[in-house]
């Protein structure tokens, strides 16, 4: 196996793009074996397909890169656009934009998410889709450090593979064709998908959709197999135990068994008998059998590799109907799932019933993905009134066409119950043994139970006749084709359909603009007879413009008014759009051929965009020598307009490229490269963060227009390590950011392209981090600007910085770790923070730039060795907190991770009551400077009494989590807590012992009252102090009991971790004790009580050592 290189660690760096101030999180420490993070707000790394490590905090912002090794030259990009903060490496940008590579990979706002985060906490998840044989690429890709196979998707040509972190840039290098990736994938390689999460998304509506009719015809199912790829069925429910004839797990949790609840209730819709409430909740074809795939986790959410290979499972066993009630979000390329719908249903004639999705609410262009494919029969949802639900997702397609096909009942429907599942436990079994939901997800399943009952009446039919007898049959309603299909399915309707419409939907496509010379345009509607008599049908259209309301009369017309289909035969009649009649409303016009007669009806659904406001333009780039550019990437941001929303990436490597906008505004942004396989050439950022598009143009990206970008700090010898150029620009609904991650500004060139933004919305930053032994710039500069700066020079004098001595603490050996230094300037959106790894304890001097109003915040990392990424484990970790301005040759001392550790209680840190629930948020392990924190701990346990009595335990520290829910009555409560850390983490206070009590009754939020006393002894950096020498430590206390409200504070000392204890004296403040003795440690333990009668015990175990 080919073995990944260590991580570049020498370097950590971190800048924040948001919108509006921002001030970076504190870190959540990496987690080795035994030991676990006491949490402070989170931080988590994202790792790149390209191993690249971005950090985000907990608001979703970016603030931190931490390079591969070997990567440390290339240029990354970071873009915050439409709410999700993109970071792509140069030599990824390309393929992306050729639809190689999943964009998904980079999105770090998606990839932050929970669920996410936790699919790829093993490595990361991806599907290699290969184009023919491609032997030596399937052989490159598992030989890729230690990448498995976790799946062979035959059907798509693709392997599910799960590559280490660590190896991430092995499996680039596997994948892409040069070693800095290029612009091409390797040979063999046709596209590299994110493996994503998707998550799972009858008395009345059984009838409703008139099934009850078709079983008194004779049909129920019976002989047609129905597979549930779901969260697993219960096959113990009476409903069901004779319905499951196979099942198989394709989830990461242990077994088939349904322990959420979606899958059951699905399974219970479309086939359930009802025994179990007498026939009541019978399923839509009670005579179907059920192949049981589970493809969702007991958490509700799966892999995509899951997912299809449960497809491929369904189709071998014989499926005749999947039904997939669950999805996630669409994208404008084919992505691994709708393909393979596409395929299956094309090549083995199995109809897939999909859910639309439930994110209705958030407008139009909302259906999910796969029922975004093309084959799919996409189900939305309705209530027993018919009436379309809001959730309910609604097209069209990204692509353009007609989506949902259908619509169920979907809204408050009972079916089985798991018993115990997460559903069950969340809605109540009402009546025992069943459960009423709502959602796309339960509308599916109604739909694939009617498919089910048509290939029983039809076993010959594929998956397109199957579709075209639903849709056709279907009622519609009040809606348009993009809210609801054809209409609501009628299974009596349709096991009495002869004719089915063939395809089922007709699209025109795009007509562009203008459209006062549009031409009509005519296709065909086809219908197929499939029985033994001649059918004539009756035609009639009804047409929709883009607002719901009637169309222009003559904007869709019929060829003819009548039509015979004969007997095993086909017909067609002619459809025509008339664009022209649109009057000046653009967008999707949508309309409904009926045809009726020989006792049926057929719905036709019909769509054609006649194309808003739109202009060719020709974009032309020149590279720094005057020739067409071959190495380019170009991105364009619609941010008003018909623009709005909009993003485009064009290129072609003539260095001309011709595209169509929408007329609006945007964002243009392109960078040309001098030779993207020699990072170190540099690239020209020609900026335009104000383009209008309102006529036919030629646009041209000249790089000789960019002039360099030149900073220097007074030291010579100081290094560039990083460069963080970036401006922000105001948009309609808030603000876009644009930046690089730079080794330097070396070749570096910048130029503002077309007209100046006076609406002081304008923000540009430079910032900058030079480094030398013990020592460090960090500098910004910038502000609100009318124009980007077109080349940039800045010479910084030792004069305009302040200097900030740091100590940096350690009580154990081995140590490693990093000062950051954040900086703020006014206006700004963005957070800079580089750092450099060193041995602790030491001490690093930081020279800050102070113009401009900077202001700036001190977070310190203590590391513990190395993860299997190779990058740096964090066991601690302080910060500064507030943002501070500095004087301009002013020298500063700031010291961390030095004893004495304990609780520190806080203007918004201590214990509070919130309804029903307490809880802390409260760091045990503050430094002796009072800078809050965490640290990696090995145990704890935290109690809450109530009136004396235990209302529970459980291992959460007091950092926000392990509420305990009590009564709302007024009692005495007592909380204690105890956390314990090894001493390869920290040998001071290695254990925290605390107790609060207190009265308290149900409040909306208020904060209890709880104290604590701080230790303020004179150590050095490793959290020792001269042996056996008598000393005064002041001492502190803090919250409830502090200042005139103490009554009472007795301090003990214990040189043996607590066996024995000595009371000491207070006074003034302070107390007399004696150091321990060489390589011992002394412990502390107060009891305090404040004026109304709360009390407070704090004990610190080994607080410091004598040496």
Known sequence: MKRACAATIATAAAVALAAGMTSPASAEPERTAGDQAVQTTPKHRVTLITGDRVVVDAKGRVIGLERAKGREGIPVQIRKADGHTLVVPADAARLIADGRLDQRLFDVTELNKSANRKAQKQGLKLIVGYSGTAAAAKADVREAGDTKVRRTLKSLNADAVLTPKGDAPDLWAAVTDTPSGGAKTASGIAHVWLDGVRKASLDKSVPQIGADKAWAAGYNGKGVKIAVLDTGVDATHPDLKEQVVGEKN???????????????HVASIAAGTGAKSAGKYKGVAPGAKLL????????????????????????EQGADVVNLSLGGGDTPDIDPLEAQVNKLSKEKGVLFAIAAGNDGDFGEQTIGSPGSAEAALTVGAVDDTDKLASFSSTGPGLDGQIKPDVTAPGVDTTAASAPGSVIA???????????????????????????AILKQQHPDWTYTQLKGALTGSAKGGKYTPFQQGSGRIQVDK??????????????????????????????????????????????????????????????????????????????????TVNTKQGGTLDGAYSAYVTATGGGQSVRTAATVQR?????????????????????????????????????YSPYDESGTVKVRFPKGGYIFNSAVHVDPDDPAKGFDWVTQPKLSITKKATITVDARTAKPVDITVPDAAAKSEVATPLYTVGVPDGSNSYGWWLDSYANFRTAHAGPQITDGSLYQQWGGHWVKPAEEYDTLAGGKVKQLATGYTKRYKASELATVKTGLGASSSGKKGVIYAWGELPGSTSTFAPGVQQKLPGTRTLRLSTAGGAKWKLDFEQHGGVDESGFPIVDAFYTLGTPQTLKAGKSYGKTFNTAVFGPRVGSSLGIYREGNGIYGYL??????????????????????????????????????????????????YKLTTSVKRSVKVAAASTRVDASWTFRSKKADLAKLPASSIRFDAAVGLDSRAPADKKVSVPVTVQGSAAGSNLKSLSVYVSYDYGQTWKKVTVKNGKIAVTNPAKGKGISFHAKIADKKGNKSTISLYNAYYGK
């Open 611 to 647: 194309e808003v406001e739109s202009y060719d333009v020709t974009l032309k780039f020149i590279d720094r020598d005057g020739n067409p550019a071959k190495y380019y990437n170009a991105e364009l941001d619609g941010v008003t307009g018909l623009a709005q929303g909009k993003w």
């Open 425 to 451: 436990q969340e809605v109540g079994e009402k009546p025992p043994g069943y459960v009423s939901i709502s959602g796309t997800s339960m509308a599916t399943p109604h739909v694939a139970g009617a498919a």
């Open 494 to 575: 349709a096991i009495k359909q002869t004719v089915v419409a063939d395809p089922t939907s007709v699209s025109f496509g795009l007509q562009q603009w203008p459209h006062t010379d549009d031409k009509p345009v005519t296709d065909k509607v086809t219908y197929k007879n499939l029985g033994k008599t001649d059918v004539t049908l009756t035609l009639a259209v009804t047409a929709t413009d883009p607002k719901g309301q009637a169309a222009p009369a003559g904007f869709f017309t019929l060829g003819t008014k009548t039509l015979t289909v004969p007997a095993g035969g086909s017909a067609s009649a002619d459809l």
């Open 250 to 264: 394709f989830s990461t949790s242990p077994d088939a068994t349904d322990k959420y609840g979606h899958g059951t």
């Open 923 to 972: 760091p045990v392990f503050t430094d002796g400077k009072t800078h809050s924190g965490s640290s990696l701990y090995s145990s704890v346990t935290t109690t809450l009494y109530r009136n004396g009595a235990k209302v529970g335990s459980n291992s959460d520290p007091l950092e926000g989590a392990g509420i305990f829910t009590v009564p709302a009555g007024d009692a005495a």
């Open 292 to 315: 049981n795939g589970k493809v969702l986790g007991d958490d509700g959410s799966g892999d995509d590799s899951g997912i299809l290979a449960g497809m491929e499972w369904a189709v």
